[in-house]
């Protein structure tokens, strides 16, 4: 368990905290020559269960509340020290404000110097605190009064501490590895060392880990977790990790970078968030206000953007767009703090919403409910209400990495929501089953309008239709849900186009005649060279014009593609030769190919081979690269047969 203390200057907090473990958390010269806190300052309290308390020392001083939210964030419990002979001061109230707007719910009240203050001051005093504490997670935290010079009341703290430490041992490990980085230094004959609180998850030696937002990979070397050596690391634990890596110097890494798992590493500047602006701040803020964003043990500039009304007063809470001028590691529903850009008070703060908010139509109804599915705790009831609003298909491999949820808890969530999910290129795309079959439904509707206003064409595109109806899915996931039996007893995809199933193009009979001359003569050894148009003009001896226009018929019939001007390939063909191109590809090193290669083994000319090569390019199959082109292996099934 993890203690952070809180309080204002000179109220004793680092005397308390050498009182109950015997160690100074002071560990600058400056804070020793001055007696003041100025860093965090760490001490261990070993109890006989085997059980260790971790303390965080934090300044107390008005200039340093900037690392006193570094410290707070992440403990698991608050130990506000009040002096009493003093009473509640200024810090104390913004340490207390801050501790509320983090969500921190458990936590003691000392009241230090019990023993210069009579039981009339004490009384007074405990009258104060509690209605300081009135209304903060903190409302029914217990007093006890205490002193470092008498010892009065310190067994009593450690015995509530332990009992408080034992109720709170069991983690929540099911999520995955982050660590806020507090301090970042080098040992000799170790190397990089970082220490913080292990906000989630589990690390252990060996890990593979990423320093976020850097993107700098590292290798865990070792691990000292709660003052000893440990073969692991857990979710509330202090820990010190000692990392290696290429480019993993004391100097590439600071204090607010994230140590986390690799899979988490998605650096953020545009947060939808719910913000609480607090009832003493003396104005209502508007758009575009600035402020400094205090996060886990990262400090950056802010701006925020009002996304209910026009201004938000002092008490209110409201959804806001936080605009970061750096990018940063994050999960939804991560607390923050906000402060004045001057750093003299604590403005408001809150929680983190949609850390891929968008920049425009931030306002519209559909982002409200999004928002609202993204403030929920549950992930089964956030996943299922991002699944209940537009495009109505999300990505469960993002929902999961920002959540930083592990894949025990993304089984749980799917396997409570029984949605339909499709592997689409290193994501998975879900979607409800009730939507799905709405889906469905739509897209039969728009297809039998297009049959009925274009009886003649093989049927729509794929790419129109997969942007004309709702759930929207990627395009890859799209493909793979049109051959899912459900969808594929109504409608067929036939190469780039899909139809119903009992459509057929209806083709004049004059058409459907000159095809059948026409045919012959662009398949067979030549078919990757056949004739043009003035060429199958002269041998049917019959008017270009004609022979164009039939063959244009067959293009929307799906029988036919116009490779160049005038140049048609029959669709087999042109499947045939893309398939060719894929099998160069495939057996290139970096799966790459020239437009040689192609020629060579289609045998044919190079005029030719670049002219279907800018075919495939023009059709998004291909992607070219100079004298360099590659395959999109999503779009090999373009001019594929009609799926049975």
Known sequence: MIVGTAGHIDHGKTSLVRALTGIAGDRLKEEK??????????????LTDGLTIGFI????????????????????????????????????????????????????????????????????????????????????????????????????????????????QAHSDDARFRLAIDRVFTLP?????????????????????????????????????????????????????????????????????????????APTDRIDARLHLLAGEPRAIASWFPAR????????????????????????TADVQLVLDRPIAASSLDRFVLRDTTAQRTVGGGFFMDLRAPARQRRTPARATERAAWSEA??????AGLLDTPPYARDVVAFARDRALSPAAVARVIDGLSPLVFDAGGTQVALSPTHWRRGIDAMAKHLAVFHAEHPDLQGMPRETLRRAVQPRLPATAFAQALLHPELAA?????????????????????????????????????????????????????????????????????????VAHDHFFLREVVDEMLRIAADIAAHAPDGRFTAAQFRDRL???????IQILEFFDRQGVMLNRGTLRSIRADYLDLFAAPSP
Not at 302 to 311: H, K, P
Request: net charge neutral; no cysteine; aromatic share 2%.
């Open 33 to 46: 020559a001055r007696g003041i806190t100025i860093d965090l300052g760490f001490a261990y309290l070993p």
């Open 57 to 168: 020392d934090v300044p107390g001083h008005e200039k340093f509340v900037r690392t006193m939210v570094a410290g707070a964030s992440g403990i698991d419990m608050a130990l506000l020290v009040v002096a009493a002979d003093d009473g509640v001061m200024p810090q104390t109230r913004e340490h207390l404000a801050i501790l509320d707007l983090l969500g921190i719910r458990h936590g003691i009240i000392a009241l230090t110097k019990a023993d210069v203050a009579s039981p009339e001051r004490l009384f007074a005093v405990e009258a104060e605190v509690r209605e300081a504490l009135a209304g903060t997670t903190l409302a029914t935290a217990e007093v006890l009064p205490v002193s470092v010079l008498t010892g009065e009341g310190l067994d009593a703290l450690r015995a509530r501490l332990a009992a408080e430490a034992w109720s709170r």
């Open 189 to 265: 004959g170790i190397g990089v060392v970082v220490t913080g609180t292990v906000l989630s998850g589990t690390v252990q030696m060996k890990d593979p880990v990423m320093i976020s937002p850097l993107g700098l990979a590292a290798r865990v070397r070792s691990i000292h977790a709660q003052n000893q050596e440990a073969e692991k690391g857990h979710a509330g634990d202090r820990v010190a990790l000692n990392l290696a890596g290429t480019g993993v110097t004391k100097d590439a890494i600071r204090r607010g970078d994230m140590v986390l798992d690799p899979l988490l590493h």
């Open 293 to 316: 964003l205090h996060h886990a043990s990262v400090e950056t500039g802010v701006r925020v953007v009002l996304l209910e009304g026009e201004q938000l007063r002092p008490g209110e």
């Open 378 to 383: 549950d992930p089964r009831v956030s996943f």
């Open 490 to 562: 109504r409608m067929v995809r036939d190469g780039a186009f899909v139809r119903l199933i009992d459509h057929v193009p209806q083709a004049s009979p004059e058409d459907a005649a000159a095809w059948m001359t026409i045919a012959p003569l662009l398949g067979g050894t030549e078919r990757f060279r056949p004739p043009r148009v003035r060429d199958i003009a002269s041998s049917l001896r019959r008017p270009e014009g004609d022979i164009r226009q039939r063959l244009k018929s067959a293009a929307r019939r799906g029988l036919v593609d116009e």
């Open 603 to 609: 045998d044919n000319g190079r005029k030719v081979a």
